[in-house]
Structure formats: structure tokens, C-alpha cells
């Protein structure tokens, strides 16, 4: 299998997959569901949608919390 064969097959997978994932980044930040961000600012937790800042939280528990609600539109 050629490196091109194997990224392309990495990829889809992660295309796949990223819907439904929540990671923390090498810059601490976690992406959640490939469409949110939440960005450790001390004492608060910022959550950005895309490049749209949606709001302030006192943890991350509550952060994605947010994020999960948002996601399955149950408000």
C-alpha cells in the first residue's frame, strides 16, 4: 500500500468518525464533534461554533453539555 493509499484511507475515517468525537488538541483546546471548540480561559471555559463565539462556561462538563444539547437541538 502506497502513503497516498493510506491517507486517503486515514482520511475517510476520520471524516467518518469526527461527527462523533471529542479530542483535546496539542494546544490543550478540545474540538467536540468536529464543529465546536471549547478553549480553557482561567477560571471560565470559552465555546466557539465554527468561528462563532457562543458563550462562556464554568466547566467543561458544562461546556460540553452545551455542545451535545446544541448538536441534538434539545434546548
Known sequence: MKDQDLEQLVRQE?????PNIIW???QGDYEVFGRY???PKKPMYEVWCH????????????AISWCIADKYQHY
Open 14 to 18: 476520520l471524516r467518518d468518525i469526527l
Open 24 to 26: 483535546r488538541n496539542i
Open 51 to 62: 468561528s462563532s463565539f457562543v458563550g462562556e462556561f464554568n466547566s467543561t462538563k458544562t
Open 37 to 39: 471548540r471549547i478553549v
